[in-house]
């Protein structure tokens, strides 16, 4: 019953994304002290509190993160792997799920264009992409995995300065190291630029350094921008290099006919991060590692444990996905995402999807209607990113000091749109822009009407500002 | 209705553990394919042979397994995390979970004795082992971070023979190498051999190799032992390398009053690695690395993206803890974890501790009193080995012969006792011992008549080989 209650708080749109109180007074509130034991009515109280203070994720008015939303069949997918509580690494305790995995992440693999890959499902996209850092790493260099990066030369990886920031955790993680990073330039629209890519790659192999792997990204975080994959895939073939995309947002894109252009080249890739758990709408973690490369994954990632992957098993071994992984124990993802699938079909979810590239299209022709609000750039994934100008400052020179004191608008509108917990939506500078509103389209029960309330809001809390 | 069956299929001993089909067999039976739609009606059919297929890890007879059990109060949580789909990154999305996650980690640090340290959810044991490394790494050189291990000494970490193969995966992902991970020898016992690990220690050093890190185990996977934690904390601080505690399994004995002097010196290491869904019996994923250096995990693993982590907040960004880590979007790991201490109290968790190692103490003198069974090693954790000797091998001269035909007997009984289903125990050779039994003493629901079912049903199926 209490689920129940935080369930329809999820759905009504009359209802508070949040209920907003500062971390102190928070934690004065709640009694989550662990100590004595509970009794199920005090508990039950508590319980009301969580659900009352935590964000509804799955409100049709969280714009915030690249996720969002609650599917009744993805729901019940995600409750039963719960029940079922199994982990992933052997057929002997997964067998179900095992099996499972291979026929989402072949249709994954389908879609992208890599037939005859191999996949795994991975805690989140960051990790992903350190996954492709270390497949492709070992692939140049297969000696790696024992000794380590001490004998190889310096190795480096390109990726756009839009991309996501887990490639710097990454090129951390993995001892390669920041400095190894190289940052290739985006054009105005955020799009990687392709020359500049080619100049990087000449300059950084004159310093002695050798480029093994260029991160494009297909909808990249903030400006939802997809990279010139046809045109990478070039490069990366002239000069050798793993391609890696980083489609943990726009990748399911592939969904759509309408939309999946965006991505093309992709087949041409040698791997990609693509997060169901995104804009398909599968509740977190649902994140995949995908390769064109078939052996590659449990060669990489392999350490033969005798206690787990007995090789006297009376039943075919290879089903055993465990040393494909960097993980031992593995939460099942895939039910949530399957359930979801099989109950839409393919063309339920084109739907969806196609849905939301609309709503985002729709958003940015009323950004650029309205008075007070201007588009950024112009949409390619469903970010939309937009400033908003009081009334007071409209019609004004734009110096310097314009621009400073409109840094300060999105901030200021944030915080009365969280205290009056009507919807939330994300911000953030980006380069010499500054602060501006990244709005998400990626629940897929959201609607045009959302749309309109999205503009009419951030007008009512801004205008007088 | 549905997970309801699901759910008590798991809690009825009658019932079967397991319904065993071959992986081929399992794939042309289940209709898993994607591409058209599905009705509601077939969708539940289907699903209801996912149930009937899947392991029942939460059965009181499944002991396969470092982690097994289905709590309700823990079921619970679950079921809510799922509906309010939390990503624990910032307190603005997270503002519950975040305070409930430093609630619930400052509460495993000070059972540690790391009063004033730090901790993160990472998603597995191997994870938060992988975690130790790199934190260690960029402790003793913080450069590292920016220019990757090629500057450094050539670092290496010393482990046990017996410790976990998530230390090779981690080696190998973090750029050091196989060749790098030292084994130093256990004794017969199974612990860490304190002698030859100075002795490793002083070798390496004498061939130009930098040690930095020894990784002590709190519960060997196979055998369950604990290292001699504070010899080996000695080791450390004379040759001044981080001490990392891999408690994955074994860390659980600090809830109990008895059981915690396994741990003891603990609280001299550096850092730590426990799984709240092994012994616990929290459901997957639960683990955490916590370490006694408070600003550490920040320092290394931040990256400090602007559209994420803004600093023009207008709450206390202090409280944001993605930059801890080393993934973006996290899962709410603690509701579920949180949950169960709750209800239960430090009193009620100390009670299932105490009898989880209470059976295996008990099973381990069943094992050495009944006929044709015999223990590996005196149990210390929960793990009870031992070998099954079938009437027919009984009273023979152990010879080579001999120990080999015994070494496919328990593959042979576990092919037997997955087709009838009645239980699920793990096997495996260990050095030069032939394949045994280890049986995991795990769900919190156990009692001792299931350990006498064990012996019972390993000689019914045993008994004619």
Chains 1, 2 share one sequence.
């Not at 609650?70 to 509580?85: A, F, H, I, M």
């Not at 006297?312 to 040393?323: A, E, I, P, Q, R």
């Not at 990244?438 to 309109?452: F, G, P, Q």
């Amino acid at each position: 019953m209490m689920v129940r209650d935080a369930y329809d708080g999820m759905k009504d749109r009359d209802s508070k994304v949040v209920e907003f109180k500062h971390p102190k007074e928070l934690e004065a509130m709640l009694d989550l002290g662990l100590n004595k034991e509970t009794s199920d009515d005090s508990l039950l109280k508590i319980c009301q509190d969580i659900i009352k203070y935590s964000v509804k994720t799955g409100h049709p008015r969280f714009f915030n993160q690249l996720y969002g939303g609650l599917d009744d069949y993805s729901l019940g997918g995600s409750w039963l792997t719960e029940v079922l509580n199994t982990s992933v690494y052997t057929f002997e305790v997964s067998p179900v799920f095992t099996v499972m995995e291979k026929t989402l992440l072949q249709k994954m693999l389908d879609l992208i264009g890599f037939t005859d890959g191999d996949a795994i499902f991975t805690p989140g996209g960051s990790l992903a992409n350190m996954y492709a850092l270390n497949v492709a790493r070992y692939k140049r260099f297969p000696d790696v995995k024992k000794t380590g990066v001490y004998g190889l030369p310096k190795l480096c990886v390109l990726t756009s300065e839009k991309g996501h920031y887990s490639m710097k955790k990454g090129m951390a993680f993995l001892g390669i190291g920041l400095d190894n990073l190289v940052n290739v330039k985006a054009d105005d629209k955020g799009k990687m630029d392709v020359q500049d890519l080619e100049n990087k790659i000449l300059q950084v192999q004159s310093e002695g350094k050798m480029p093994y792997l260029v991160n494009a990204t297909a909808g990249t975080t903030v400006f939802g921008v997809y990279d010139p994959l046809d045109k990478i895939a070039d490069i990366c073939q002239k000069y050798g290099l793993w391609m890696h995309v980083d489609g943990a947002w726009g990748g399911s894109a592939l969904l759509s006919k309408t939309y999946r252009g965006l991505l093309k080249g992709i087949d041409r890739a040698d791997s990609m991060t693509w997060n169901p758990h995104k804009m398909m709408g599968a509740p977190l973690q649902s994140a995949a590692f995908l390769t064109r490369h078939k052996k590659l994954l449990p060669e990489c990632h392999s350490a033969n444990a005798a206690y787990l992957f007995q090789q006297d098993k009376f039943y075919d071994v290879s089903y055993d996905t465990g040393d494909k992984s960097i993980q031992c124990g593995r939460k099942n993802d895939c039910l949530k995402l399957w359930m979801m699938w099989k109950a839409k079909g393919d063309v339920g979810f084109e739907k969806d999807i196609d849905n939301l590239f609309e709503c985002s299209r729709y958003l940015a022709k009323s950004v650029k209607n309205k008075e007070g609000f201007e588009l950024v750039v112009e949409p390619e994934c469903t970010n939309v990113c937009f400033w908003y100008i009081p009334v007071s400052m409209r019609n004004q020179p734009r110096d310097a000091d314009w621009w400073q004191r409109l840094g300060k608008v999105a901030p200021k509108i944030k915080e009365k749109m969280t205290k009056d917990g009507t919807m939330l939506i994300g911000y953030q500078p980006d380069g010499e822009r500054v602060n501006f509103f990244r709005m998400i389209i990626s629940n897929l029960e959201i609607v045009k009407a959302d749309m309109d309330f999205v503009i009419s809001e951030i007008d009512r809390l801004g205008k007088d500002l």
